[in-house]
């Protein structure tokens, strides 16, 4: 057996226990720090990474738009990553929610007091309005920030820029 294997599978296994996987319930809670090594581990693939909550209505909206898009593109190495901004201590609150009404919907929930430190991985100047969605290339850049509820069309429009 060559050192090459164990090697690879000591690194695999700690890549797992570094970052959070999303739960089988669909919400996990995620620190600024996790949430960069979510991120880092998707690179290679393009991410819309969405920032959510369950008071604003245009996210609601926007959702099942944002999961179809994924469904769609998945295949072409496109990965929908979603944020909760909710209050982390209203964790069983937005599972609860999520299940009831975007139950295909999986989504980190920040487990930070502020809502930009989490944030801040990607964008050090967000400005905390929702939705907020960022188009991150294959190399792990954000490529363009989206504020505000777009249509699904809208979205194939900008990922389908990153994909060429």
């Keep these: 057996m060559s050192l090459r294997s164990p090697l690879a599978a000591l690194a695999l296994a700690l ?3 570094a970052s959070p996987a999303l739960a089988d319930d669909g919400l996990q809670m995620a620190t600024a ?3 960069a090594q979510v991120l880092a581990a998707e690179r290679g693939r393009v991410v819309v990474l969405n ?12 959702i099942p738009d ?5 469904r769609e593109l998945a295949a072409r ?17 937005v599972e609860a929610f999520r299940k009831e009404h975007f139950p295909e ?6 487990n930070e007091l502020e809502m ?5 991985v990607v964008d050090p100047a967000w400005n905390e309005l929702l939705p907020t969605t960022y188009l ?3 190399d792990g850049k954000v490529a363009k920030r989206i504020q505000g509820k777009r249509s699904l069309e809208a979205f194939r429009t900008e990922v389908a820029a990153l994909l060429d």
């Design 105 to 110: 919907f999986r989504s980190y929930l920040r």
């Design 66 to 70: 944002l999961v179809e898009l994924e």
């Design 51 to 62: 920032l959510w909550a369950t008071w604003c209505t245009p996210c609601l909206k926007e």
């Design 136 to 138: 991150i290339d294959r």
């Design 116 to 120: 930009d430190t989490l944030v801040s």
């Design 33 to 35: 720090q996790e949430f």
């Design 15 to 17: 890549a797992a226990c």
């Design 77 to 93: 190495g496109v990965k929908l990553l979603a944020v909760g901004m909710d209050d982390p201590e209203e964790r069983d609150r």
